[in-house]
């Protein structure tokens, strides 16, 4: 082998072994001990018992389950979908603006964007809270009858919340990145089709859409992955006043089995089935991202 093709893989090799480190490493302790029996004891040395299937067994004759999967894959993909809607959306008009206003609207993007989950959460929490919250005092004053309504009791009502703001706190990124995509879609192109009769919506429909196509496929890539393993959100919103049963994602009925309950090993199942949703949700996209290089 040359020289000139030696130091591109002597470059790489440092960075695939720190992700085969960080990443290899939790995927491969969290598949083994998916065949165990692992419990409270085995946190304080016991050896683990190995069960073979007996955990994924166990989790997929559990009705239970299947409604959390669904509920899952559902909540993720109403979130993701509007937030790539909203943000495209937000893009579009921030190339709109002029420069001042499209300065501001990145500004507070960007704001919105980098302030912690938790201290959002707290905010939001206090937003919607039913004895004090703002939601139900304003929709009180304009004429509703919301005094001391929970939103968070009802599971529907609770999806809502959570949607709201797991779509709140993503639009910043895929704003951000749709418009820098757009910035290298050529004005002279938009002129001429504007020129030959094309009104705004045919431009963006057969213009800018395909141009950028590359860049939403990746930012919706990653909501789907994101949104199918949020946590921090409902967590906090069942700390708040949800029923944990009624409102459990992927990650937080991990949670709730491992942490809640000390069954780590059935945790550890759910985590790899969760994994596999995440690739299966996401191959298309990934082999339409390798077509589109090669």
Not at 121 to 135: A, E, K, N, S
Not at 170 to 182: D, K, N
Not at 193 to 201: L, T, V, Y
Request: proline fraction near 4%.
């Amino acid at each position: 082998m040359s020289t000139a093709r030696r130091v591109p893989l002597a470059l790489i090799v440092p960075t695939l072994l720190i992700l085969l480190v960080a990443l290899g490493y939790p995927i491969g302790w969290q598949l083994v001990t998916s065949f165990q029996h692992y419990g409270m004891l085995q946190q304080f040395g016991q050896p683990p018992e190995w069960v073979g299937l007996d955990n994924y067994v166990a989790l997929f004759t559990d009705s239970y389950l299947w409604i959390v999967i669904a509920r899952s894959i559902a909540f993720c993909l109403v979130c993701a979908v509007s937030t790539v809607a909203i943000g495209g959306g937000m893009a579009l008009l921030m190339r709109a603006v002029s420069t001042p206003v499209r300065l501001i609207l990145q500004i507070a993007l960007l704001v919105a964007w980098a302030m912690p989950v938790v201290t959002s959460m707290t905010v939001w929490i206090w937003i919607v809270d039913w004895r004090r919250g703002v939601l139900n005092w304003l929709l009180t004053r304009l004429g509703g009858d919301f005094q001391g309504h929970n939103w968070l009791v009802e599971p529907l009502s609770f999806f809502a919340v959570a949607a709201v703001i797991v779509i709140w706190m993503s639009v910043p990124f895929v704003a951000l990145s749709i418009y820098a995509g757009l910035t290298q879609v050529s004005p002279e192109v938009l002129e001429a089709a504007e020129i030959d009769g094309a009104n705004g919506w045919q431009r963006v429909r057969h213009i800018i859409l395909p141009l950028i196509a590359p860049v939403v496929s990746i930012v919706l890539l990653l909501q789907l992955i994101w949104d199918l393993r949020v946590f921090t959100q409902i967590k906090l919103l069942q700390d708040a006043g949800g029923f944990a049963n009624e409102t459990n994602l992927l990650g937080t009925y991990i949670y709730q089995l491992g942490t809640g309950a000390g069954d780590f090993g059935a945790a550890a199942a759910v985590s790899v089935i969760m994994l596999g949703l995440t690739v299966a949700m996401s191959w298309y996209y990934v082999r339409s991202l390798m077509k589109e290089e090669s």
